[in-house]
T-cell receptor
């Protein structure tokens, strides 16, 4: 079945360093969403990418959707302690997953002050 | 606060028992999704209801069932519980059918002893 792989599984950075997490799908995606889950919390929607090659920015966060719509990335510039949490990508393949989100296993980010 | 409510917050029960988890979606949202989050498995999609009808099933065991009621709240029933069913169960809602951003509830932590 459809799979969404996410790397790395863990990332430890010093505050102020940049951070990137990568998401790869075994199939072409219709769109991709990113969520953040703080420790002890629930996933919170960050953004949705729909178009091939799309790039969106939210302050220090930059999201990209690959040209082939099979991969995506989230880049955080100059991390802060408030960025701590697990970042999930979730792909939608209307053909394969009946339009439902297939989540990657997430990248857990820790930030050392 | 996402506007999605889940009860109970915590549930401790014994193997072989049956429990019911309840979810109320955001006001106006027609879709309800159920997810299971275990330590090493990330977020596993279980089932999706839209306006009272089952839309899609994911990795949901036959021992599990769900329904969405006319007032749009949903219940997830877990029976013949096993130790491996211990997990966080999240409900999420979205405004329409699949493909929209999802708003997650705070989750129900189920512990099977």
């Amino acid at each position: 079945g459809q799979q969404v792989m996410q790397i790395p599984q863990y990332q430890h950075v010093q505050e102020g360093e940049d951070f990137t997490t990568y998401c790869n799908s075994s199939t072409t995606l219709s769109n991709i969403q990113w969520y953040k889950q703080r420790p002890g919390g629930h996933p919170v929607f960050l953004i949705q990418l729909v178009k091939s090659g799309e790039v969106k920015k939210q302050k220090r966060l930059t999201f990209q959707f690959g040209e082939a719509k099979k991969n995506s990335s989230l880049h955080i510039t100059a991390t802060q302690t408030t960025d701590v949490g697990t970042y999930f990508c979730a792909g939608i393949d209307y053909g394969g997953s009946q339009g439902n989100l297939i989540f990657g296993k997430g990248t857990k980010l820790s930030v050392k002050p | 606060d996402s506007g999605v409510t889940q009860t109970p917050k915590h549930l401790i029960t014994a193997t072989g028992q049956r429990v019911t988890l309840r979810c109320s979606p955001r006001s106006g949202d027609l879709s309800v999704y159920w997810y299971q989050q275990s330590l090493d498995q990330g977020l596993q999609f279980l089932i999706h209801y839209y306006n009272g009808e089952e839309r899609a099933k994911g990795n949901i065991l036959e021992r599990f069932s769900a329904q969405q009621f006319p007032d749009l709240h949903s219940e997830l029933n877990l029976s013949s519980l096993e130790l491996g069913d211990s997990a966080l169960y999240f409900c999420a809602s979205s405004v329409e059918d699949s493909g929209y951003e999802q708003y997650f509830g705070p989750g129900t932590r189920l512990t099977v002893t």
